[in-house]
């Protein structure tokens, strides 16, 4: 099993903290028809000082923003590093990132990198990395929109196992790093680490052109130097192919 019960725990409470942080969403303590099923996890939240109630309703604490905190670091760090893996040609050792400034808008980019000759070996890498496979799909999940909470019974589908049991099945049904071996996992997130430095690093000087023009044009006031401390915080990933943020390291949640 590669959802446990308190993954799907973990992932459903960041949905709510989300929902109540970043949202606006209003969690009355008498629960709407449609909320109800969310009680349990609501009260179990509130029990670990992750909610408190105020004003009849629910509202984060100190240690609730904490615990979201250290899940977007691990998301913005995700959406960077292990996107990288999405799309690999096993066969020639290609990223499709490789040619990601090749193309002139996202509609050829999407074209390009659903070629069927690319893997996607994140969950590879996660697993080599000895980090929760479950919780970076979760993440893809989320940057797909997967968990539309504008939808009618978003509640309901969140509490129960259809979503959770499709994360299942992708994480069975992956390549995983048995499959291909520990050289080529080695020289694979190597590989990857590089190509997302020199990415970083392009996608800043085009950043400082692009500042420089509109400062040339009248069209902005000054020129910001461009910072590549970025570069340099992902640089242990290409020294080190274990290596990991430590806040990957950290319990989302004390239940």
Request: with cysteine; aromatic share 16%; hydrophobic share 40%.
């Amino acid at each position: 099993m590669y959802v446990s019960d308190t993954d799907k725990k973990n992932f459903a409470s960041i949905i709510l903290l989300d929902e109540i942080l970043n949202k606006d969403s209003v969690f009355a303590t008498s629960l709407e028809p449609a909320d109800k099923v969310l009680e349990p996890l609501l009260i179990e939240l509130l029990g670990k000082s992750y909610l408190s109630v105020a004003g009849g309703k629910y509202a984060i604490t100190d240690k609730g923003k904490q615990a979201f905190d250290v899940f977007m670091q691990r998301y913005t760090e995700a959406l960077k590093l292990y996107d990288i893996f999405a799309f690999v040609d096993l066969e020639k050792g290609e990223f499709a990132f490789s040619r990601y400034f090749d193309f002139d808008n996202d509609q050829e980019w999407d074209i390009f990198k659903s070629e069927s000759r690319f893997e996607d070996l994140r969950i590879a890498v996660a697993m080599f990395k000895k980090l929760n496979p479950a919780e970076i799909v979760f993440m893809s999940f989320i940057n797909e929109n997967r968990f539309d909470t504008q939808s009618t019974g978003w509640q309901f589908d969140l509490v129960s196992n259809a979503i959770w049991d499709e994360i299942e099945e992708i994480c069975a049904t992956a390549i995983k790093p048995a499959d291909l071996g520990d050289d080529a996992m080695k020289d694979m997130v190597a590989q990857g680490s590089a190509l997302l430095i020199n990415i970083l690093k392009e996608e800043a000087a085009h950043n400082k052109e692009q500042q420089e023009y509109e400062y040339a044009n009248n069209q902005s006031n000054n020129v910001v130097e461009t910072v590549v401390e970025e570069t340099s915080y992902y640089e242990p990933y290409y020294y080190d192919p274990y290596y990991v943020s430590p806040f990957w390291l950290v319990p989302l949640f004390l239940w």
